[in-house]
């Protein structure tokens, strides 16, 4: 059980959780996640990392409530307790080698963004940031965007809050005016990272989208983050992956600790053995292959 530590609403539907996980912290990076429940009923959702603290030992995540788990999420209070906090996965954001960057967030996707460009201020990379809300009202972590960044461009969709327009707008204003950044960060919704990667396109400048928003599971099952990268798609161009798993279970079984980790017509644990069934299966279809093997 992983204890809430913190809880802050930023906004009426986004919420700040500082969660006791000291293994979690003690490892965690920029860019990585982890994946919760808030019950032993409850289903598993990846949330990216915004923070951590070693010397404390939490992880802080921020979360949008926009469906069931999130909403069970957001009635817990500080001092109760989630069932589930697992991690750190997946790939650090590496930051070796960039003198100039820009990080490019929106929406709750500058919960993401956030620790990525403080990383790259910490390694003495000059940071030029652009975030991105529908109106005043979302915006959110704008003193920590400017503390970590020696240049800032706030835009609304509806100019009710610094500049009105699109952060493709302001991207393509920086580059114009001469900046030349090694690389381009982009984290936030589908269409926005879309319309970055073709705005850099033309200048030729390397740029990094996280795909977050599609993930599903966090284990590489579901194939729902699978993309398509330099024409070709497969098991290489996943987000996440399958080996964490059986990885996590290898461990398990080594330390002598029961392992089972359920999700019904995709995988399970047979005999301290992880078999993985096809997502296309039906839940009778499933059961019936599992008496096979």
Not at 183 to 208: C, D, L, Q, R
Not at 209 to 231: E, F, N, Q
Not at 235 to 256: G, K
Not at 265 to 281: D, M, Q, S, V, W
């Amino acid at each position: 059980m992983y204890r809430i530590v913190k809880k802050e609403a930023l906004k009426p539907t986004v919420t700040l959780y500082e969660i006791e996980a000291p293994m979690v912290a003690k490892k965690a990076e920029p860019g990585q996640f982890i994946i919760l429940r808030v019950d032993e009923n409850g289903e598993r959702i990846p949330i990216t990392i915004h923070d951590f603290d070693r010397e404390k030992g939490t992880v802080t995540i921020i979360v949008q409530t926009i469906g069931a788990t999130t909403e069970k999420l957001r009635h817990k209070a500080e001092g109760e307790y989630i069932q589930d906090f697992v991690g750190p996965l997946g790939r650090p954001t590496e930051t070796e080698g960039k003198k100039k960057v820009c990080v490019v967030g929106g929406g709750v996707g500058c919960a993401i963004a956030y620790p990525v460009l403080k990383k790259f201020h910490d390694c003495g990379a000059e940071v030029h940031a652009v975030v991105g809300f529908k109106n005043k009202d979302l915006v959110i972590l704008e003193d920590k965007f400017r503390a970590a960044s020696s240049v800032l461009k706030l835009m609304t969709d509806d100019g009710s809050y610094g500049e009105k327009g699109l952060v493709t707008d302001a991207l393509k204003a920086l580059i114009d005016a001469g900046n030349q950044y090694d690389e381009i960060f982009a984290i936030g919704p589908a269409i926005m990272m879309k319309f970055v990667s073709k705005t850099t396109e033309p200048y030729g400048i390397p740029t990094t989208v996280s795909m977050s928003p599609i993930m599903v599971d966090g284990t590489g099952m579901c194939g729902g983050c699978r993309v398509t990268v330099g024409g070709e798609s497969g098991e290489q161009a996943r987000l996440c992956r399958w080996e964490w798993v059986t990885s996590l279970a290898a461990q398990c079984r080594a330390a002598n600790v029961p392992f089972v980790f359920k999700q019904t017509g995709t995988f399970f644990e047979k005999g301290g053995i992880c078999y993985k069934i096809p997502r296309a299966l039906q839940h009778a279809q499933a059961k019936k292959a599992m008496q096979f093997l």
